[in-house]
């Protein structure tokens, strides 16, 4: 299948620029021997390449330029399939953009176009290349530090007291070393339940999760927990049920959080915004989880306006690797921005997708990163300061 992959990297600092011609000279031949063509285009700083050619060829390539350590911060910003080449000529070429003004390079690469079709902007890869040439997107390039420029050091004056039945998952804002919320996982988890029973266990095991959670809950910081959406609808009096938990946990309505996953569909949108409307009502606050994971998306944002988003692993996982998630994580915190919502970003495990979030805009994360052995809370710290 004729494959297309392009990214963008940054020349590691300790490289001269003179390797490039070697390295080029030996890419040809290699690119030449998988029928790949590599359009490669340096600024001084940052590198961006189109590879094209058959699938195989160009995921060996891919894999072994990933790796390569004369270059960091890879970011793949398309990969896609097309029935025909646009550039028949294997091998590889080098545009220097510090020698040549971008309205050259532009033409130079439209005339390596092989394509019986005339080669035109209209084309993905070539706006991506011509959005380069013209460093329109440079204020996203997030330098990320290399992952062991961190050490995680477990603070065990960070960790909540333990509560039974409960779990604690602490958010966390790990440059401020401070701990903005503390999520309490039910130890339950209902068993072959459906309709109002399933959605009355769950409120059981809510109400239940507060109490417990409530005695070793600070007064100070604001206590997280999950809920069904379709509890708060299908439960008759479920907002009037939560607030007398709160109360009888000790707890201030304004100390609570109710994240509803975006996952679970939403199929009763009136019903559910009413049941919204009574929680704001009662001083709670709500939070949409795995925001831009399910089927409402930004739109649910027009219909319920929560306090707080959740962006879970399955958006954040190798962000920092990834433009197509990029753009939807700042697609994500540009509307939450507008509409003064805070964002979460949960499942951390990668020194590097803390560090991208962070310069997105991000401050407060959840996740193994920041959790370590018997739930202490685990800050970043630069090595050398350990
Ligand atoms: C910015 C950059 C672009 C590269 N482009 C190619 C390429 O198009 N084809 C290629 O074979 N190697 C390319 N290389 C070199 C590869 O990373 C790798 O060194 C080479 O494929 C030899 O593979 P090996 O290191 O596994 O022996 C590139 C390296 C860098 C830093």
Redesign the pocket.
């Known amino acids: 299948m004729l494959t297309t992959i392009i990214y963008r ?1 940054h ?1 590691a600092d300790e490289v001269p620029v003179s390797v490039l011609p070697g ?2 000279e ?6 030449a021997r ?1 029928q ?1 063509t ?1 359009i ?1 285009l ?1 600024n001084g700083t940052h ?1 961006f ?1 189109i ?1 094209e050619g058959p699938e195989e060829g160009v995921l060996d ?1 891919y894999g ?5 350590r ?2 960091h911060n890879v970011v793949e910003l398309m990969r896609d399939y097309s029935p025909s080449r646009r550039f028949g000529n294997h091998g ?1 070429e080098l545009f220097d953009l510090r020698h040549h003004d971008s309205g050259s390079v532009l033409q130079a690469v439209l005339d390596r176009g092989t394509s019986k079709y005339r080669l035109t902007y209209d084309d993905r890869g070539l706006q991506f290349l011509r959005t380069f040439v013209e460093a329109r997107e440079k204020e996203n390039y997030f330098e990320v530090l290399p992952a062991d420029y961190w050490d995680f050091v477990p603070d065990d004056n960070g960790s909540p007291a333990p509560a039974a039945g409960v779990t604690f998952r602490p958010v966390v804002d790990p440059l401020g070393r401070e701990v903005t919320a503390l999520e309490a996982l039910p130890d339950d988890a209902p068993a072959g339940l459906s309709g109002v029973a399933l959605y009355e266990h769950n409120l059981d095991a809510v109400t239940g999760a507060m109490n417990r959670a409530g005695r070793s809950c600070p007064d100070d910081i604001m206590l997280y927990l999950s809920i069904l959406p379709m509890t708060l609808v299908y439960v008759p009096e479920a907002v009037s049920r939560l607030v007398s938990a709160i109360d009888s946990a000790g707890m201030v309505p304004q100390q609570i959080i109710l994240g509803v996953s975006e996952t679970e569909i939403i199929s009763q949108l009136e019903a559910f915004s009413q049941a919204v409307r009574q929680l704001k009502q009662a001083g709670i606050s709500l939070s949409i989880d795995n925001f831009g994971d399910g089927s409402a998306g930004l739109s649910l944002l027009a219909h319920v306006q929560p306090d707080r988003v959740r962006i879970g692993a399955g958006i954040v996982r190798n962000i920092h690797r990834s433009g197509p998630r990029q753009a939807v994580v700042h697609a994500v915190l540009r509307c939450c921005s507008a509409l003064e919502i805070n964002v979460i970003a949960a499942g951390i495990e990668q020194p590097e997708e803390w560090m991208w979030l962070e310069a997105a805009g991000v401050t407060d994360f959840q996740g193994a990163l920041f959790t370590a052995e018997g739930a202490a809370v685990a800050w970043p710290e630069t090595r050398e300061a350990v």
């Open positions: 990297s020349l390295m080029v030996k890419a040809s031949l290699l690119n998988h790949v590599g490669l340096f590198f390449q590879l390539i072994r330029i990933c790796a390569d004369r270059h590889m």
